[in-house]
């Protein structure tokens, strides 16, 4: 572990993708909501800049309560991840790191690990930039790779919700990194790529930011991934 710190620290940090699928009808969720922002906010791993998305999963939603964040496409997702990471299991809390590595979500520790291991793996740079309505994404020198998707997401920092019945009855939850619109919006079949994207928005969400990233379809690798301020 201590070399491969070595190895990253004289490097620029790597965007490392981090997912945590999640519900608020899990009383198990929150202590993962909090790693994952806490990842976001403190950057704790060096050489390596954490990219967090919180995916809500939609099947707490006849348990109890009706997650407003949920969608089943990252129900979806995750039991596309579940061969690869989980041995066929799907649960919440879960991270997963660079398409490649499950932890407990609320596991800080195994998440950091993971996070470095992931740092110092080939990767490839995503460069974004506003172009009017549109997102510009420029992939460079990607490693080498079989078929990969670029996807496009939307979050939105800073929510909160009252949650009235279920698990967590009572309780105020607060969430970071909430991924309102995941999609995919090219294919990286080489080494760069450049494409426009006309992001899928809401008038409601309140200062949404972007994130980018290729995943190797066969693998669930993360080649790289980059973010878009507000």
């Known amino acids: 572990m201590a070399l491969i710190v070595a190895a990253i620290l004289a490097a620029s940090p790597v965007p490392v993708l981090v997912e945590l699928f999640t519900s608020e009808g899990c009383s198990s969720c929150p202590p993962a909501d909090a790693v994952l922002a806490r990842l976001v906010r403190a ?55 660079g398409g490649r590595v499950g932890v407990l979500g609320s596991g800080e520790m195994a998440a950091r690990s993971a996070v470095a291991h992931a740092a110092a793996e080939p990767h490839g740079t995503l460069r974004l930039e ?28 800073g929510l909160s919700n009252r949650v009235l019945r279920g698990e967590n009855e009572g309780r105020t939850l607060s969430h970071a990194a ?21 992001p899928v928005l809401d008038a409601a969400w309140k200062a949404p930011r972007f994130i980018a990233f290729v995943q190797e379809e066969k693998s669930r690798k993360v080649l790289a991934a980059a973010e878009l301020g507000p």
């Open 43 to 97: 950057q704790p791993v060096p050489g390596a800049t954490v990219i967090g998305l919180s995916e809500h999963v939609d099947y707490w939603d006849s348990l109890g309560w009706k997650d407003r964040f949920s969608n089943a496409l990252f129900t979806e997702r995750q039991q596309d991840y579940a061969p690869v990471v989980a041995r066929g299991r799907v649960y919440t809390p879960q991270m997963v790191v």
């Open 130 to 157: 506003r172009r009017g309505k549109d997102v510009h994404v420029t992939g460079i020198d990607l490693p080498a790779h079989g078929d990969a998707h670029v996807l496009l997401a939307v979050v939105e920092d």
């Open 178 to 198: 909430v991924v309102r619109s995941l999609r995919r919006i090219g294919i990286a079949s080489g080494p760069s790529f450049e494409l426009d994207a006309r």
